[in-house]
């Protein structure tokens, strides 16, 4: 099974460098020197990781091949492939590779069908599940502790505990305005 690993950014000096959009919770084992990625447009690899380092909190990696800046520029917005193993695991037990969240059925605590995960999308801040609702509508569910509260790949499903106004509209919306003006 092919997983994008990471997303190519500009060009960092002129030897070849380019900076890496980190797209995976194993950045040591997936992106270490001598690994050799699929590409995304295919057309421009594979690519085979000559050297890696951290500089400024951004991940740093050079490709046998790329010895200029201009070579490195044209890498720009690649996405890296890397393939897994589908029977492989993370190495923590609350941590989950997207294509085994991908269609796990959401419930509420209580039983209630929300719908199917049709995607992950990997914000800086958290990830979110994109949910597809039985109408064909659309919900994001932060895929967070306090409102994921189970995830069970037996029984292919997540359960989740939202808070008011996250799957419906009816938010509770409390207001000091409110209070005040009831005084």
């Known amino acids: 099974m092919q997983l994008v690993v990471a997303r190519i950014g500009r060009a960092h000096g002129i030897k070849g460098e380019v900076t890496v959009e980190v797209r995976t919770d194993e950045p040591e084992l997936r992106l270490a020197p001598g690994a050799v990625l699929a590409t995304d447009p295919a057309s421009v690899g ?12 951004r991940l740093l990696l050079r490709f046998e091949g790329v010895k200029d800046r201009t070579a490195a520029e044209a890498l720009r917005n690649t996405l890296l492939i890397a393939e897994v193993d589908p029977d492989e695991l ?3 037990e609350d941590e989950y590779y997207d294509h085994q969240l991908i269609d796990l059925d959401v419930v509420t605590a209580d039983g209630v069908e929300i719908g199917r995960i049709t995607e992950i999308s990997h914000l800086p801040s958290q990830d979110l599940f994109i949910v597809e609702r039985p109408d064909g509508s659309e919900v994001m569910i932060p895929f967070v502790e306090e409102i994921v509260s189970e995830i069970d790949l037996e029984e292919q499903r997540a359960v989740i505990t939202p808070p008011p106004g996250l799957i419906d509209d009816r938010a509770e919306i409390a207001s000091s305005r409110d209070t005040e003006a009831e005084s």
């Open 90 to 92: 993370p190495e923590e």
């Open 46 to 57: 594979p690519l085979t990781i000559e050297s890696g380092r951290v500089h400024s909190s």
